[in-house]
């Protein structure tokens, strides 16, 4: 088992800056891949960014260049760093994390609010 803890969400200004974290327990050594994902209201749960099984990163066209996923090995910890934040990123962003042994995990999420 997995268990996976978001913090950092907020409220920040179009154009501004805010980086979200996911601190990951458990069976860590069986995690293959690990990611962010959001959802808006109304919207369906949508990949943002994330390490794959194949150790490269991948992204959402929507924030390439304005987001940067990283993480800390040492802390067990993903990041999500987000800059030029726009109103359509507004959601929650949900951590997964998935495992050799074909889990499936998320955290609870963590709510982004970008408004004026």
Known sequence: QVQLVESGGGLV???GSLRVSCAA?????YIK?????????G?????VAAFTSGGS??????VKGRFTISRDHAKST?????????PEDTAVYFCNAQTTTNGNYWGKGT??????
């Open 25 to 29: 327990s458990g069976r860590l050594s």
């Open 111 to 116: 709510l982004v609010t970008v408004s004026s």
């Open 43 to 47: 919207k369906q749960r949508e990949l």
């Open 33 to 41: 891949a690990m990611g962010w994902y959001r959802q808006a209201p």
């Open 78 to 86: 993903v990041y999500l760093q987000m800059n030029s934040l726009k």
């Open 57 to 62: 990163t991948d992204y959402a066209d929507s």
């Open 13 to 15: 200004q179009p154009g």
